[in-house]
């Protein structure tokens, strides 16, 4: 017998979500089933009117619908409206930080609620999720479809205070030892000479060769991967839209094909595993107020979240977490040319427009490669994004858009010939659902820190017993063994600390996992990261364990 779906049974859950908000911030269902395994999917810059336009696009339910559990909140610790950067640091480490902050303790707090911060802790590096399943045990992976590098994906796998600083990221990312990472970003691996954007002469990818992973570049060679150690480079720097990638991008696994290989290979774990997954490129639609990016990844988004609960479902023992991490464009489905006829608005009206574009804005981009011919204008644009009748004004917009910048340019006008409205090309505040599904499974109106108590919760350890492992300040840790510290700086992009105690000396790089101790290299735990506002460098305790073993 099908199941029908019925549009009041979502506005029936949400009420009963926030019912029970109002009553605790968040609660547990009663059964107590042991969790092994954290599956968290995200989309960046999604609210309720971006699922309900992909909904109607689809023609039925979406994957998300059945397991609608309540709402969360997405503030920054300076923001009532946040940044990515700040909203992954808050679900991956549970606290609201400074804008562009990734994985660090704020600077500066203006948001009523937010709790302070000591002086001396400010922009203090704090341990995600991913490290403290790491340090557990698990296996770890993370899948993206912008580069590997953004922000999202960054919360879990690095601390720094600047989002934007690709190549920084990129080397705490291939110091962190997650099993299996599968996006975009090839460029920030590589160093200038070799086609890259690195200045401090690394190849990382020879240094993820040298650590076991096998590197690979289409989905083919993804999908015929039998090991434990993989890492995805499907693009140079973001992946293409998921309508886009079917025609222009063909070797690049989908979003769903990416998460269902990072779990094939991280449930081989018997300890379990911690997997995040983000569909990036709904909010970058969002910026360009263009529809058809918004439907084409929401709906990739989607299928994700159903290959994450098909394993669970199977399993048993996981928890799939699903959310955005803020709104963007103020999305509305109506507009001013509705202000008269909003209540006889027919679905055609939405979706004509809609259904006709094959391609997104960017992919537009991509099929007229710098051709700016009227001709060629009209002819691309009205076999791949539906529009056959531009003014003048739409058609000289096209030709003088900047490179870049297309989806932005075109994404408005099929917005206009739709019914759908936006407030802004920015982030908005407003609260946000949130889906849940397994053993445990939090219910109501929560905070996006919320998220990386659960997680972490459920996985079995304490973020706070996690940090005093991986996070200690060096100059205070070394001190107390009768050491000392000094940083060699000679080489400002490939910093060293510098522990010394009579004749003993040590060496750990700064941004890897590595400590060097009397020629001999060991690898640690965590990675060693400086602070750039204070200097300050944390390691992690064990760096502390091995210089004592080796009679410091």
Do not use: C
């Amino acid at each position: 017998m099908t199941k029908r779906f019925y549009p009041w049974q979502a506005a029936s859950w949400l009420m009963v979500a926030l019912f029970v908000a109002a009553i605790l911030p968040f609660s547990v269902s009663a059964a107590q089933a042991p969790v092994q395994n954290v599956i968290i999917v995200m989309t960046d810059g999604t609210s309720s009117t971006h699922t309900t336009i992909a909904r109607w696009y689809k023609g039925a339910p979406l994957s998300l619908d059945e397991i609608l559990v309540g709402g969360v909140r997405t503030y920054g610790a300076e923001s009532i409206i946040t940044d990515s950067a700040p909203a992954a640091t808050a679900f991956a480490t549970g606290y609201k930080t400074s804008d562009k902050f990734i994985g660090i303790l704020p600077d500066k707090i203006t948001t009523p609620g937010v709790a302070p911060i000591e002086e001396t802790l400010k922009t203090k590096p704090v341990p995600s999720v991913l490290e403290g399943a790491k340090l557990a045990g698990k296996a770890t992976g993370l899948v993206a479809t912008s580069n590997i590098q953004h922000a999202s994906p960054a919360g879990y796998s690095a601390h720094w205070p600047d989002r934007n600083n690709y190549n920084e990221i990129a080397k705490q990312q291939v110091y962190q030892d997650i099993d299996v990472v599968l996006s975009g970003g090839k460029k920030y691996l590589l160093p200038k000479e070799q086609g890259g954007e690195r200045v401090d002469g690394e190849n990382l990818i020879a240094a993820l060769n040298a650590k076991g992973y096998e590197i690979v570049e289409t989905r083919d060679a993804m999908n015929k991967f039998t090991g434990k150690k993989l890492w995805g480079l499907f693009a140079p720097d973001a992946m293409a839209y998921d309508i886009d990638r079917q025609q222009l991008a063909p070797t690049e696994p989908s979003l769903v094909e990416m998460t269902k290989k990072a779990i094939e290979i991280l449930s081989k774990n018997k300890n379990g595993f911690f997997l995040f997954v983000e569909a990036s490129k709904v909010d970058w639609a969002s910026h360009a107020n263009d529809p058809k990016g918004v439907v084409s990844d929401v709906l990739a988004y989607d299928a994700a979240i159903q290959a994450a609960l098909d394993f669970a479902k199977k399993d048993g023992h996981t928890l799939v977490l699903a959310f955005a991490d803020h709104g963007n464009g103020g999305m509305s489905i109506g507009s001013k040319a509705t202000d008269a006829t909003y209540s006889k608005t027919r679905i055609e009206s939405l979706l004509q427009p809609l259904k006709k574009a094959v391609l997104t804005g960017e992919g537009i981009e991509r099929v007229l490669h710098g051709n700016r011919e009227e001709s060629t204008i009209h002819q691309v644009m009205s076999q791949y994004y539906g529009i056959d009748d531009l003014t003048a004004d739409e058609t000289k917009a096209i030709q003088n858009a900047k490179i870049g910048s297309m989806n932005s340019v075109v994404g408005p006008m099929l917005s206009r010939r739709s019914i759908i409205g936006w407030t802004t090309t920015g982030h908005s505040g407003e609260d946000l659902f949130f889906y849940a599904y397994g053993p445990n499974h939090p219910v109501g109106l929560i905070e996006n820190t919320d998220i990386a108590r659960i997680s972490a919760k459920a996985l079995g350890f304490d973020l706070k017993e996690v940090d005093n492992k991986l996070f200690v300040e060096a100059g205070q840790a070394f001190k107390a063994i009768g050491a000392s510290v000094s940083l060699d700086d000679t080489d400002q992009e490939n910093k060293v600390l510098i522990v010394k105690k009579g004749f003993k000396k040590a060496e750990i790089p700064i941004s890897k996992n590595i400590i060097k101790i009397s020629e001999k290299s060991y690898e640690m735990n965590g990675i060693a990261v400086i602070m750039p506002r204070t200097g300050k460098v944390y390691i992690p305790q064990q760096a502390v364990e091995l210089a004592k073993a080796a009679g410091f």
